[in-house]
């Protein structure tokens, strides 16, 4: 059983950078065909995929958010990271990991997610 959880603050002050932690035990993020996400819902609004970094370490990002994010990942800790910068409070949301499969296209596993609120 995969099992991810989110970690970091959850206040962050405007123009700060957020910076959130996926960990992940059951299964590794080297697995092959395995692209670990990052997905965010702010309040009333529907999901939004903010980037993955793949079982290669490459690394890829919403186009909209590509200039302010930055993926990275810890192979020995089995974890990978989320950096947004110079946030805005329209970047409150709950941010989400998870795990997609690239054999079938879908997404078997998340985190529970965790609220991030940007304000002073």
């Known amino acids: 059983q995969v099992q991810l959880q989110e970690s970091g603050p959850g206040l962050v002050k405007p123009s700060q950078t957020l910076s959130l932690t996926c960990t992940v035990s059951?299964?590794?993020?080297?697995?092959?065909?395995?692209?670990w996400s990052w997905i965010r819902q702010p309040p009333g609004k529907g999901l939004e995929w903010m980037g993955a970094?793949?079982?290669?370490?490459?690394?890829y990002y919403s186009p909209s958010l590509k200039s302010r994010t930055s993926i990275s990942r810890d192979t020995s800790k089995n974890q990978f990271t989320l950096q947004l910068s110079s946030v805005t409070p329209e970047d409150t949301a709950v941010y989400y990991c998870?795990?997609?499969?690239?054999?079938?296209?879908?997404?078997?596993?998340w985190g529970q997610g965790t609220q991030v609120t940007v304000s002073s």
């Open positions: 059951g299964g590794s993020i080297t697995s092959i065909y395995y692209y």
């Open positions: 998870a795990r997609f499969r690239g054999l079938d296209v879908s997404y078997d596993y």
């Open positions: 970094i793949a079982y290669s370490g490459s690394t």
